[in-house]
């Protein structure tokens, strides 16, 4: 059959063409609509638009978007569907650092159609790679 007919057999949906909004919350509960192109990588995203997915010192510590310090954790509380699916490297990432199952590596998530995110979560450990974090070296 057709992709649309094997989308619909799985129960979702075909992945929307046009345009796609990201909603960001932020930490003290704000929210703000960014229009992206389906395909959009998050992590650029929110940083383009002045969006801060760092905690303290990780702002200049960060690896600009490689997937080598897991420090650009988002909750995406709505439409995770609509992004592209976990890497096992970025679920273990996420894992070791203390992560609700609903987090993302910003920097590998990939918005396909609507979606909401929060930015900083809280979470249990600290930054990749941190004494706290489970992941020290």
């Not at 995203?45 to 490689?66: E, Q």
């Not at 990432?93 to 993302?104: A, D, H, I, K």
């Amino acid at each position: 059959g057709s992709r649309e007919e094997l989308l619909e057999a799985v129960g979702r949906e075909t992945k929307k063409t046009g345009t796609a909004t990201v909603t960001v919350v932020d930490p003290s509960g704000r929210r703000r609509e960014i229009v992206v192109q389906p395909g959009a990588n998050l992590r650029d995203t929110l940083v383009n638009d002045g969006i801060d997915v760092y905690r303290g010192t990780t702002a200049w510590t960060n690896c600009a978007g490689h997937q080598m310090c897991g420090t650009c954790i988002v909750d995406v509380v709505d439409g995770a569907a609509a992004t592209n699916r976990k890497s096992n490297d970025e679920e273990g990432t996420l894992n070791l650092q203390g992560c609700e199952t609903s987090c993302r590596l910003s920097c590998v998530t990939f918005v396909y159609g609507d979606i909401e995110v929060r930015v900083r979560p809280d979470r249990e450990g600290g930054f990749f790679g941190s004494a706290t974090s489970g992941s020290a070296w």
